[in-house]
Every structure is written in C-alpha cells, then in structure tokens.
C-alpha cells in the first residue's frame, strides 16, 4: 500500500526536476491526487487508507465468489476471492488510470456503460 511519506518523497523528486517533460506532469498530477484522496475532506479526517493483504483470508466464506477465467494473472488472483474484498482495490486503481491516462479510463467507463 502506498504511505503518505512515499509519496510526498515522489512528489518532491518530481518537482526537483530540471526539464519537466508532460510525462513528469502527469506523474505529478497522479501523485497529488491520491494525496489528497489519502487526506479525505478536510472536515473529516480520516486515518491512514486500510491495508490490502492476500494472505489474510475472508472471516466469513464469500457468498459469491468470483468464477472468471480467462487465463490471465488476474483471473487467477480474483479467482474464487469475494467481490467486495476486490471493489476496493479496483476503484483504487481506476482513480490511478484516470489521474495518469484519463483517455483510457474514460474508454473503459463507455465499455461498462454499452454492456
């Protein structure tokens, strides 16, 4: 999981830059976006973001697990896992793809919206 000190670290090696290229830019603008997610509403400040962990298994068996298989890397470690243990980190990761490449993360939300 990504900590604050990691990315204030990224943030400012970004900023020490001598020739920011649009590359850097966007890194940049990524990286103050999730600090600011990590932050929460200024008026409810919340402690730090939970911890993923595939060691730890559910507390209670998944009532519907996910049975995809495509064959990926993916597909394997979703495999049998509760939906709700997997949201999370998915829409963590889309708010990642739509700070860093926000044509590919509007791609993705018109091939949800056609199914």
């Known amino acids: 999981m990504i900590e604050e000190k990691d990315l204030q670290q990224a943030i ?32 409810n400040p919340v402690g730090p973001a939970p911890a993923y962990s595939f060691a730890a298994g559910p507390e209670q068996p998944a009532e519907t697990p996910i049975m995809y298989d495509s064959g990926t890397e ?4 979703i495999a049998g896992r509760d939906p709700e243990d997997i949201w999370p980190i998915m829409d963590e990761l889309m708010d990642v793809v739509g700070a860093m490449h926000p044509k590919l993360y509007n791609a993705v939300l018109r091939k949800i919206d056609e199914l």
Do not use: V
Request: proline share 6%.
């Open 12 to 43: 400012t090696e970004c900023q020490a830059e001598r020739n920011p290229n649009a590359h850097t830019c966007m890194k940049l603008a990524a990286f103050y976006y999730l600090f600011d997610r990590m932050q929460g509403p200024a008026d």
């Open 74 to 77: 993916f597909a394997e470690a």
